[in-house]
């Protein structure tokens, strides 16, 4: 490692970040271009009465000027993205800094003609091609905020987007490719304006070339408008507490929320995490594995490493398409450097042996990155051991879409220990509350909230101040709750135990059992529903749905197979149940609430340990169910 920080060190730092962060921050501000530097740095209260929070405040800038033009005059030659295709037959795509600029202009120029600029809300629905970046670097170049979803979302779930924020236009392409197989986005955004109608513009990049219908007045080809547009735009000044984009994830109810992030401190998190915990030096080729789709993509494949002037790479596909050994064949190709992947993909390819991994060389490996959930012990040393060599640092990064980068993490140099996230980043105060909400010292276990401020943080939900601070703010006054629970151990290293609300996570996806319950329950057969997580050896957490269904209709494999279909089509593939158990009642309070703890049990497998029933409105429910997941299984 170049440039590995000792423990001391960064706890030195640390200990001055939180001592005057006026100071650091303002000093740590000036890694980014500004058109007009910031007099002051953060300006927060957690408090109901005084609630706010903003950053750099006076400070003007513009991200994708950040991210593309003040790296010109050095690395106008150096390639920005670095793309592979699905298909390992496909020529890569080498995009030097210079060509993005002229990419990106000419983007912004077309967003700018059909009428789009500052404030504007964009939904790009797009597959893992450069134009994806291009769009969202685009967007941030005229100041419009975009609103990436996840291409594996369905139409329902895309129309509920698009209308929640009112965009104008929609980003997509003809079709998108992913393990062999083409996904036909463009007919998915028509049948999502079936239902959200207010669009007027939708964009459609050729990727596959493939024939889509294209609604006169409505619908471009992005490749025909570019034709008609200067390869310039100047980027737009925008304040650093404008929003840059809008991320819609789980939450604890039924809808989505729409979390936004603003311009300057959010740029400024991505680039100092990506800088500081991956230890990035041109021309190192540096490759996230995530989806522009989820909050990893947005920091740690576009706005980190392209404001830090990195090469990032950007992979189409998915890591055992063809075989088990294609991502290891992707880091030998373009001889990565630094891979940053999440613990579900290992688990994956770690079953499939080790041979598909030593087949290949990896040496310009030098770090190792996992996000998106715990990493077991097991895979961690998989990872560090196989995969690494025994050579590369492993980086477990704990973080969440609304913290916009990395929140407690091993920095190179940190003493590892396998399935701990390690101390905090600069500026981040974790705390441990017990239920009651009193603090926790020394080694101890408990919720995980975060007691100050941090530059990265979400400014909002999108439309929805009230639910903003009840959802994160008023269950402990004063402090950011993160939803997780941990153990701080008596190194003062943190230990990330899983979600301690009603989300959950599934291969690294952020799943609420209400969205899941919600879709159920639209069925015309289904009465009631309940969704619970249990243990996945490769998914981490799979999805149990407990369906009560309306009198008269019959229980069987075909309502199974369709209801696990109707989710599908309701959310999107990564929402199908893993198991559908049809219960004649489900187990509730007198007060009617369902009792999430028996239901989760039961899935677990672990029926010797119900605890106590005696609250129960009908303890003979719990019978049934039982006897019912025993015949499942
Ligand atoms: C970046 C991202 C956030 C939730 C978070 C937590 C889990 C993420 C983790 C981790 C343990 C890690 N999580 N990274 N748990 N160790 N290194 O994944 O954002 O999709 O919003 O999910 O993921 O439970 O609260 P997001």
Redesign the pocket.
Known sequence: MSNATPLADRQAVHARSLADPDGFWLEAATRLDWMTAPSRAGDWSFDRDDFHIRWFEDGVLNVAANCIDRHLATRGDQVAILWEGDDPTTAPRHITYAELHREVSRFANVLKGLGAGKGDRITLYMPMIPEAAFAMLACARIGAVHSVVFAGFSAEALAGRIADCDSRIVITADQGRRGGRTIALKACVDEALAIARAVDHVLVVRATGAEVPMTAGRDIWYHEAALNVAADCPPEPMAAEDPLFILY?SGSTGKPKGVVHSTGGYLLWAAMTHATVFDYTAPDVYWCAADIG???GHSYIVYGPLANGATTLMYEGVPNWPTPARIWEVVDRHRVTTLYTAPTALRALMKEGDAYVTGTSRASLKLLG??????NPEAWRWYHDVVGGGRCPVM???????TGGHMITPLPGTPAKPGS?SLPFHGVDPRLLDAEGRELDGAAEGNLVIAASWPGQMRGLWGDPARFFDAYFSLYPGVYT???GARRDADGYWW?T??VDDVI?VS???MGTAEVESALVLHADVAEAAVVGFPHDVKGQGIYAYVTLNAGVAADETLRAALRDWVRREIGPIATPDAIQFAPGLPKTRSGKIMRRILRKIAEGDTASLGDTSTLADPGVVKALLSESQARV
């Open positions: 994830t989820w909050v990893t996992s996000v998106g959930e715990p990493i477990d990064t704990w973080w969440q879409t609304e996230a993160t939803g997780d990330i899983g979600r996570n690294g996806h952020r």
